[in-house]
């Protein structure tokens, strides 16, 4: 059974910094593509990240130039910096094993099949 968990997150201060970390197991195989999603208080969940099995990434503009997503065996990884207070939000890892992370399915949590629990991130002004 393939299981994803997230760790990492935590309150910062506007400017700080967190690495975000998201274990898989039970999946001997590298996954398509694997992606980083926040859900914002009130709002919608959105895409932040994402990396392919090839390594090529994408970022939403929102975190462009301050967030890196990037992968080591069986763990992925969200390095952000220069947080805002719009950066808080509920971050969950996601990963599917067949549909490539092209520009145009990145960010569409529907492709995704495997999903972690979470971890909260809360940036204060």
């Known amino acids: 059974q393939v299981q994803l968990v997230e760790s990492g997150g935590g309150s910062v201060q506007a400017g700080g910094s967190l690495r975000l970390s998201c274990a898989v197991a039970?999946?001997?195989?590298?996954?398509?593509?694997m992606a980083w999603f926040r859900q914002p208080p009130g709002k919608e969940r959105e895409g932040v990240a994402s990396i392919d099995s090839f390594e090529n990434t994408n970022y939403a503009d929102s975190v462009k130039g301050r967030f890196t997503i990037d992968n080591a065996k069986n763990t992925l990884y969200l390095q952000m910096n220069s947080l805002k207070p719009e950066d808080t939000g509920m971050y969950s890892c996601?990963?599917?094993?067949?549909?490539?992370?092209?520009?145009?399915?990145?960010?569409?949590?529907?492709?995704?099949?495997?999903w972690g629990q979470g971890t909260q991130v809360a940036v204060s002004s």
């Open positions: 996601a990963a599917n094993r067949f549909i490539r992370c092209d520009s145009g399915s990145w960010q569409m949590a529907p492709n995704f099949e495997y």
């Open positions: 039970g999946y001997g195989y590298t996954f398509a593509c």
